[in-house]
């Protein structure tokens, strides 16, 4: 069965450093996203990508995180620099195009980030 | 501004009873509404779901119940099993017209054996 997938799974950085996070999301889907849960809520969208353009960014803090898919297929997270509340599981997600809700995004296992 | 809210932190329910999880939902625009599971460690995965149109719908032993008119909806686990013990998510849709989900935050539902 088709899988999104993420690294690192964990990931522990000392504040102010770069950290960086990859998804490969399933072949075939044009939309992907990134979500952050963090310990205790639900997972809230940060940026989602129709093929290679940004089609939400709402709630993604510009000062210190970016995200692209250059070439409308695996996509890149960073986070520069870090900070303490920052630490949380960074969820990927993929769905077809054309996609109606819900029942066809799949989430990948998710990375652990837990700063220092 | 919580749009998505799970009152219920946890749930503790005995095996082979029924196990009631609800949300309740603020934005009248919602109109597509799900249940995700998720173990620790894990991404959440897709139970089941319900379009507004609707107001029940069945998966073997998983019905979610939505009432539009009070904005809430609840999933029914019956016979409830071990393995359901997990955190359950519910989520909405349909306000932005590009399919985003907003998440409650969750219900950590526990099996008794």
């Known amino acids: 069965e088709a899988e999104v997938a993420q690294s690192p799974r964990y990931k522990i950085t000392e504040k102010s450093q770069a950290v960086a996070f990859w998804c490969d999301p399933i072949?075939?889907?044009?939309?992907l996203y990134w979500y952050r849960q963090i310990l205790g809520q639900g997972p809230e969208l940060l940026v989602q990508?129709?093929?290679?353009?940004?089609?939400?960014d709402s709630q993604l803090p510009k000062d210190r995180f970016s995200a692209e898919r250059l070439k409308g297929v695996d996509s890149t997270l960073k986070i520069q620099p870090a900070e303490l509340g920052d630490s949380a599981m960074y969820l990927c997600?993929?769905?077809?195009?054309?996609?109606?809700?819900?029942?066809?995004?799949?989430f990948g296992e998710g990375s652990w980030l837990t700063v220092v | 501004d919580q749009q998505v809210k799970q009152n219920s932190p946890s749930l503790s329910v005995q095996e082979g009873r029924i196990s009631i999880l609800n949300c309740d939902y603020t934005?009248?625009?919602?109109?597509?509404f799900l249940w995700y599971k998720k173990y620790p460690a894990e991404g959440p995965t897709f139970l089941i779901s319900?379009?507004?149109?609707?107001d029940k719908n069945e998966d073997g032993r998983f019905t979610v119940f939505l009432n539009k008119s009070a904005k809430h909806l609840s999933l029914h686990i019956v016979p409830s099993q071990p393995g359901d013990s997990a955190v359950y998510f519910c989520?909405?849709?349909?306000?932005?017209?590009?399919?985003?989900?907003?998440f409650g935050t969750g219900t950590r539902l526990t099996i008794i054996p």
């Open positions: 934005n009248s625009m919602f109109d597509y």
């Open positions: 989520a909405a849709s349909g306000d932005s017209g590009n399919e985003k989900l907003t």
């Open positions: 319900i379009s507004s149109i609707k």
């Open positions: 990508f129709q093929d290679e353009s940004v089609v939400d």
């Open positions: 997600a993929s769905s077809p195009a054309g996609t109606i809700s819900g029942n066809t995004i799949y």
């Open positions: 072949s075939g889907h044009a939309t």
